[in-house]
Each structure stands twice: as structure tokens, then as C-alpha cells.
Nanobody
Framework: QVELVESGGGLVQPGGSLRLSCTASRNIFSINAMGWYRQAPGKQRELVAAILSGGSTNYADSVKGRFTISRDGAKNTVYLQMNSLKPEDTAVYYC??????????WGQGTQVTISS
């Protein structure tokens, strides 16, 4: 099991930056994959970025070159640095810890709003 606590959401103008944090209740290197998902009103939840236990990363095409996922093992924390934000990035962002097919954990979500 793992508990996830997110922080860092807020209201930012287009072109601005935010950094989201997700702190896990266990060693993040013991987790198969950790990721950030987002869900906008009326839309399905979608993968934004993920980092595997070995360190490899992948990103949604819509955020490549703008978002960076990283981690700090000493703090059991995964970050999502979001730059050049656009109004279409507005969503609730969820941290995810994937431990196995039937062992998937979610944070409570943090609102990110991009608006002038």
C-alpha cells in the first residue's frame, strides 16, 4: 500500500510555470511506476507523464518539451515541473503510484487553472 499527498496547484497566467509535488508514504524506488494524470471537466482522465522505477520517463505528446517529471528518493517525492502553461492545461492533476495490475493508488488531486 502507499499513500500519496499532492501539492503545488494553483492559478497561473498563460505562459507561466508551476511545480507539482507528490510525496509517497513509502520508498518510491519500490514503486513500479509513478505518474501524473489530469482530468479536465467533461473529459477522461489522461496520462501526462510517468517515471518508471528504473528512471525512464514518458510524456503525453501535448506536454512534451514543456513538462518535466523528476523524483527525489531522499524525500520520496515525485515532481512535475510545468512550463509554458496553456489554458488547455487546466485540469485536476492526480498523482499515481502503480504497484501492479490490481494495485493502483491515487492522490487526492490538485487543481491547476491557467487563465488570464
Amino acid at each position: 500500500q502507499v499513500e500519496l499527498v499532492e501539492s503545488g496547484g494553483g492559478l497561473v497566467q498563460p505562459g507561466g510555470s508551476l511545480r507539482l509535488s507528490c510525496t509517497a508514504s513509502r520508498n518510491i524506488f519500490s514503486i513500479n511506476a509513478m505518474g501524473w494524470y489530469r482530468q479536465a471537466p467533461g473529459k477522461q482522465r489522461e496520462l501526462v507523464a510517468a517515471i518508471l522505477s528504473g528512471g525512464s520517463t514518458n510524456y503525453a505528446d501535448s506536454v512534451k518539451g514543456r513538462f518535466t517529471i523528476s523524483r527525489d528518493g531522499a524525500k520520496n517525492t515525485v515532481y512535475l515541473q510545468m512550463n509554458s502553461l496553456k489554458p488547455e492545461d487546466t485540469a485536476v492533476y492526480y498523482c499515481n503510484a502503480y504497484l501492479g495490475r490490481y494495485n493502483n493508488h491515487w492522490g487526492q488531486g490538485t487543481q491547476v487553472t491557467i487563465s488570464s
